[in-house]
């Protein structure tokens, strides 16, 4: 059975940082693209970025563009995403997803919550 | 950048009967290899999102056929042939026009009268 487990989201301070990580298990992690999708609180669907199974090509949302850098290490099977100069506007809960030959997403995680507050 | 559009925002329907979403895309999904880039997704409540329809048309694995996808180029349509009490949720499409850049329509939800 496929899944993918995030970790790390927590209360933060504006400016602060934190890094979030998607535990895969279930399939063949380094056969396989991931995204990182975020929905802040009540809010539709955010597609934050994207990275090729073996992590040559990454791609992030134009508007997110500086301050997300997304990685991975297919030896712990595990993605990351590293989030710098948190904004208020930055609480949500952030989802790892797999992506097929398609692109689209055809497994997800629970999500983890990420709150920036003061 | 490609915007998709959703309509309605929100959808009462009666168990038993068929439903229907609108997509509206600001570019043509229809890529020259003969593939609509358009997907539809649900979103149950306090789950995280499930995926319905690829490629404009074509169901992901284990899901009941009462479910649908149609379109091409800029007009899709996501068609519930009998909505079931487990159906409630948000519906949203999701481009991927320029992949893997991708965006999401706003979300449809779906609730039983």
């Known amino acids: 059975e496929v899944q993918l487990v995030e970790s790390g989201g927590m209360l933060v301070q504006p400016g602060g940082s934190l890094r979030l990580s998607c535990a895969a298990s279930?399939?063949?992690?380094?056969?396989?693209?991931m995204n990182w999708v975020r929905q802040a609180p009540g809010k539709g669907l955010q597609w934050i970025s994207y990275i090729s199974s073996a992590g040559a090509a990454i791609q992030y949302a134009d508007s997110l563009k500086g301050r997300f850098t997304i990685s991975r290490d297919n030896a712990k099977n595990s993605l990351y995403l590293q989030i710098n100069s948190l904004t208020v506007e930055d609480t949500a809960v952030y989802f790892c997803?797999?992506?097929?030959?398609?692109?689209?997403?055809?497994?997800w995680g629970r999500g983890t919550l990420v709150t920036v507050s003061s | 950048d490609t915007v998709v559009t959703q309509s309605p925002l929100s959808l009462p329907v009666t168990p038993g009967e068929p439903a229907s979403i609108s997509c509206r895309s600001s570019q043509s999904l229809l890529h020259s290899n003969g593939h609509n880039y358009l997907d539809w997704y649900l979103q149950k409540p306090g789950q995280s999102p499930q995926l319905l329809i690829y490629?404009?048309?074509n169901r992901a694995s284990g899901v009941p056929d009462r479910f649908s996808g149609s379109g091409s180029g800029t007009d899709f349509t996501l068609n519930i042939s009998r909505v079931a009490a487990e159906d409630v949720g948000t519906y949203y499409c999701r481009q991927a026009l320029q992949p893997p850049r991708v965006t999401f329509g706003q979300g449809t939800r779906l609730e039983i009268k």
């Open positions: 490629l404009g048309s």
């Open positions: 279930g399939f063949t992690f380094s056969s396989y693209s």
């Open positions: 997803a797999r992506g097929t030959w398609s692109y689209a997403f055809d497994s």
